[in-house]
């Protein structure tokens, strides 16, 4: 049985809560009940955007020494493509709950998530669509011409919400932007659930000397407050950032890079939420 209607107003209006239920789960007794109910066997990867990728290539994007032509470089949503062609059913949201909660005025609360796998089958419908691959793909790209940030994987957020199961049968595919939940809840996170929304293995964001301190990275650009000006200049906080490449795409003086630090990261990433999500 899926939730009321109510049930899904009474999430947009408690919404603001969000970042008081993220410090709970600093407070003994609160983590272990909160981590059950909402993070549990969570799997998230957060999937840098196509222009920071391409960015970074012409500004000769590093794997370890070697330096890739452009047309070799894979495109890390090239993972959602991959498990569209997997997954048997798909559906598609009408409606983003995290920018209808916060009355987002930059991008357009239509643009909700893509879910997939035998789970989908118990989203109310009015929620949205089953929708074919090709209807799923055109979402995907509708999205990113948008200027959101894609994240997949697991989330126990969404089964409970949604009231579907069993867990493993849902993957998620949301389009992010700095209104949606788990965007700036990270870093008041207990530091071993936020590890469950992680960078795509193999990828880090360096900032190289070309860096003038103009602080454009560091107004509201990054979801999760990992860039801070020490000493004149930018420092991005490895353990807190999560590479998706806004901050790449800001900067003027082209001192921001995506450093590959594993050639296998598409397949890596792939493998690893394969294990944690059955789409077939």
Known sequence: ???????????????ASRFLLAKLTRVPGFKQIIDSLLFKDDMIFYLPNKEAIETSATKSIQIGKTIP?????????????????????????NFCLCRESTQCEDYSSKLGCLFMGDAVLQIDPSYG??????????????????????????????KQWLDV????KLLTVCNCCECCCLWKMLPDLDIKISRNFTKMPGLNVKIDDKCIGCE???QGI?????????????????????????????????????????T????????RISSAVDVN
Not at 70 to 81: A, H, K, R, S, V
Not at 165 to 168: A, M, S, Y
Not at 264 to 271: P, Q, T
Request: negative net charge.
């Open 1 to 15: 049985m899926t939730r009321p209607r109510w049930f899904i107003e009474l999430l947009k209006k408690s919404f």
């Open 69 to 93: 032509q452009q047309e070799d470089i894979i495109i890390p949503t090239q993972i959602i493509d991959k498990f569209i062609e997997e997954a048997e059913h798909l559906f598609i949201m």
């Open 129 to 158: 669509k089953l929708a074919s691959k090709n209807e799923a793909k055109e979402h995907i790209k509708r999205c990113l011409e948008a200027g959101l940030i894609q994240l997949i994987g697991r989330n126990k957020l969404d």
């Open 165 to 168: 199961k069993p867990g493993h």
């Open 216 to 218: 454009d990275c560091t």
């Open 222 to 262: 990054c979801f999760v407050n990992a860039i801070e000006l020490h000493g004149g200049k930018a420092e991005i906080n490895e353990d807190i950032c999560r590479a998706c490449g806004r901050c790449i795409s800001i900067c003027k003086q082209e001192a921001i890079q995506m450093i590959i630090q594993d």
């Open 264 to 271: 296998d990261f598409i397949n890596e990433s792939i493998r």
